[in-house]
T-cell receptor, first 117, second 112 residues
Framework: DTGVSQDPRHKITKRGQNVTFRCDPI?????LYWYRQTLGQGPEFLTY????????KSRLLSDRFSAERPKGSFSTLEIQRTEQGDSAMYLC???????????????FGPGTRLTVL | RKEVEQDPGPFNVPEGATVAFNCTYS??????FFWYRQDCRKEPKLLMS???SGNEDGRFTAQLNRASQYISLLIRDSKLSDSATYLC?????????????FGTGTRLLVSP
């Protein structure tokens, strides 16, 4: 399977714990995005990487959130001191500017569903 | 006001019906527009891009009206498999990357 993969698919944690999610983009894609989606809402942009550089962060990304893409391949999203309001689906997407085909297409992974008790 | 607004539905239609979804966006500087489809508890997938001239892909037709900041999606001859949530999406950033802004989605239920 050469699509975007995310791990874990589900995470249940207690309030105050730290969690880390991983995203493996499509191998030739240099752009990687994180989104958050809550029930009944569309995905909301969190942050964007071009290769290893984090070029944009949403105001939604509080100080408790940090994302990395150390070698320009996989990315991690860490949430420290989780709160119940962090419960959501965390989606990763990737794209390639040089990819032939439909302009602007971002390929999404299956997401990590976080539940904070 | 939300950047992208859609009627959440649900739209309940019989097989074979024609159904239309509308969407408005607030950022007049937006350059790219899309419809994504999301099945229940699955990730969003690009259905089609939306161009000013209008574009068609099989049973699906998308239209863009920049003056009114309005996007539409028409589905003809609905199939049971069309049941999903349809997300109106706008590229909300001018820095050369695709910061996608999603509407809340319109839920479509096609019944036999």
């Amino acid at each position: 399977d050469t699509g975007v993969s995310q791990d874990p698919r589900h995470k249940i944690t207690k309030r105050g714990q730290n969690v880390t999610f991983r995203c493996d983009p499509i191998s030739e894609h240099n752009r990687l995005y994180w989104y958050r989606q809550t029930l009944g809402q569309g995905p909301e942009f969190l942050t964007y990487f071009q290769n290893e550089a984090q070029l944009e962060k949403s105001r939604l990304l509080s100080d408790r959130f940090s994302a990395e893409r150390p070698k320009g391949s996989f990315s991690t999203l860490e949430i420290q001191r989780t709160e119940q309001g962090d419960s959501a689906m965390y989606l990763c997407a990737s794209s390639s500017r040089r990819r032939e085909g439909r302009e602007g297409e971002q390929f999404f992974g299956p997401g990590t569903r976080l539940t904070v008790l | 006001r939300k950047e992208v607004e859609q009627d959440p539905g649900p739209f309940n239609v019989p097989e074979g019906a024609t159904v239309a979804f509308n969407c408005t966006y607030s950022n007049s500087a937006s350059q790219s527009f899309f419809w994504y489809r999301q099945d229940c508890r699955k990730e969003p997938k690009l259905l089609m891009s939306v161009y000013s001239s209008g574009n068609e892909d099989g049973r699906f037709t998308a239209q863009l009206n920049r003056a009114s900041q309005y996007i539409s999606l028409l589905i003809r001859d609905s199939k049971l498999s069309d049941s999903a949530t349809y997300l109106c999406v706008v590229n909300g950033d001018m820095k050369g990357f695709q910061k996608l802004v999603f509407g809340t989605g319109t839920r479509l239920l096609v019944s036999p």
